[in-house]
């Protein structure tokens, strides 16, 4: 693993552990988020440890100069109105396996996609800072894209695995398995736009939206929704790699 792989996922547990280790301990004496308001202090600092562990870890590494120059990386908003089709397209296909197959409840208005977009940067898109921005990336150059997107999975998965004790927040008691399944759609998916595109906005964007989809669509909790939005993903991820490299260029270059 690469030193800048070590930085950045050494940071990113620490501080996850220290925000969602007090929230945990917490929840198991009775003191809940919903009725304690100070506690969503450590619990967003536990949910962005990916995206602070990812400034740290690249100034560490010489791999940005300061904040601007990261915040530069990050949102690259000039692409092709192509990429930004194909990221719609993979979110859609995300979403309806799972609203077909396992079923769901309406939550919010879908006009409220809208606000629900920009609110889920600190809900979970800017964690692409991190995840795709460095992890993927790193990875690629020692294993296979299916192997590093792989093991990028699994440490996002076993990340999130404190959030299933929190009483209050959302993944609370729900299926953990289900849920890693959809993560490992989720990472193919984010993989193969990040491989295609160059781009980390792009996965920001795209985890953005399905968090707010989430929110509108709430899928029953089983297996066999995530296990077949996440065979779409991958056979997705793949296709979009595939035809990028047939080009030989990004999809951003290509309109």
Same mark, same amino acid.
């Given at each position: 693993?690469?030193?800048?792989?070590?930085?950045?996922?050494?940071?990113?547990?620490?501080?996850?552990?220290?925000?969602?280790?007090?929230?945990?301990?917490?929840?198991?004496?009775?003191?809940?988020?919903?009725?304690?308001?100070?506690?969503?202090?450590?619990?967003?600092?536990?949910?962005?440890?990916?995206?602070?562990?990812?400034?740290?870890?690249?100034?560490?590494?010489?791999?940005?100069?300061?904040?601007?120059?990261?915040?530069?990386?990050?949102?690259?908003?000039?692409?092709?109105?192509?990429?930004?089709?194909?990221?719609? /397209?993979?979110?859609?296909?995300? /979403?309806?396996?799972?609203?077909?197959?396992?079923?769901?409840?309406?939550?919010?208005? /879908?006009?409220? /996609?809208?606000?629900?977009?920009?609110?889920?940067?600190?809900?979970?898109?800017?964690?692409?800072?991190?995840?795709?921005?460095?992890?993927?990336?790193?990875?690629?150059?020692?294993?296979?894209?299916?192997?590093?997107?792989?093991?990028?999975?699994?440490?996002?998965?076993?990340?999130?695995?404190?959030?299933?004790?929190?009483?209050?927040?959302?993944?609370?008691?729900?299926?953990?398995?289900?849920?890693?399944?959809?993560?490992?759609?989720?990472?193919?998916?984010?993989?193969?736009?990040?491989?295609?595109?160059?781009?980390?906005?792009?996965?920001?964007?795209?985890?953005?939206?399905?968090?707010?989809?989430?929110?509108?669509?709430?899928?029953?909790?089983?297996?066999?929704?995530?296990?077949?939005?996440?065979?779409?993903?991958?056979?997705?991820?793949?296709?979009?790699?595939?035809?990028?490299?047939?080009?030989?260029?990004?999809?951003?270059?290509?309109?």
């Amino acid at each position: 693993m690469s030193r800048l792989n070590k930085s950045y996922l050494s940071i990113t547990f620490l501080i996850m552990l220290i925000g969602w280790g007090v929230c945990l301990l917490c929840s198991f004496n009775g003191v809940l988020l919903n009725e304690n308001k100070w506690l969503y202090a450590p619990y967003l600092l536990g949910g962005l440890s990916p995206t602070i562990a990812s400034y740290l870890s690249l100034k560490h590494n010489n791999r940005v100069t300061d904040v601007k120059d990261w915040l530069k990386n990050i949102f690259d908003f000039k692409h092709s109105i192509f990429s930004y089709i194909m990221v719609a /397209i993979m979110t859609i296909l995300f /979403i309806l396996p799972q609203c077909f197959i396992s079923g769901y409840q309406s939550g919010a208005p /879908i006009f409220a /996609i809208f606000i629900m977009i920009p609110m889920m940067l600190v809900g979970g898109g800017l964690e692409e800072a991190g995840w795709r921005y460095i992890f993927q990336q790193e990875l690629e150059k020692d294993y296979s894209f299916s192997a590093a997107t792989i093991i990028v999975s699994i440490v996002w998965w076993l990340w999130h695995l404190p959030l299933f004790y929190i009483q209050n927040v959302s993944q609370y008691g729900k299926n953990y398995f289900a849920f890693g399944l959809s993560v490992l759609g989720l990472s193919f998916a984010m993989a193969g736009i990040r491989k295609s595109t160059g781009s980390v906005w792009l996965c920001v964007l795209f985890h953005c939206t399905v968090n707010s989809l989430s929110g509108i669509y709430i899928i029953n909790d089983n297996v066999w929704g995530p296990m077949a939005a996440a065979a779409v993903m991958i056979i997705s991820s793949y296709v979009v790699v595939k035809i990028s490299d047939k080009n030989g260029k990004h999809f951003s270059n290509t309109l």
